[in-house]
């Protein structure tokens, strides 16, 4: 199981950045994506982004594709999300997932890929 926690949400006026962090604990090795989802009041929780760990190989929403990076600090066992040009419609809690064990090509947009997930952390967005 991997262990994750996020931070870095806050309030931002629109068009304005925020940085988001994940960081991982536990068996952090066994990993072969990371990903970042929101989800909005009323809403389901949506695919923003994702990283192979092996590869590292990058994925992007339609809808952030641009305006957002995921990275990550093998060192720190960290993953990053830079977000930039936020929009009101960005405003969401945004949660961190790992998935564990067997590799398959294509899944990472799926939230039941993913078997950890963090707390969240709220991003509001201010128009």
Excluded: H
């Excluded at 072969?32 to 992007?60: C, D, H, I």
Aim: aromatic share 14%; with cysteine.
């Amino acid at each position: 199981q991997v262990q994750l926690v996020e931070s870095g949400g806050g309030l931002v006026q629109a068009g304005g950045s925020l940085r988001l962090s994940c960081a991982a604990s536990g068996r952090t090795f066994s990993s072969v994506y990371m990903g970042w989802f929101r989800q909005a009041p009323g809403k389901e929780r949506e695919f923003v982004a994702a990283l192979s760990w092996n590869s590292g190989n990058t994925y992007y929403a339609d809808s952030v594709k641009g305006r957002v990076t995921i990275s990550r600090d093998n060192t720190k066992n960290t993953v990053y999300l830079q977000m930039n040009s936020l929009k009101p419609e960005d405003t969401a809690v945004y949660y961190c997932a790992a998935r564990s064990g067997k590799y398959y090509s294509g899944i990472y947009s799926l939230p039941y890929a993913y078997d950890s997930w963090g707390q969240g952390t709220q991003v509001t967005v201010s128009s």
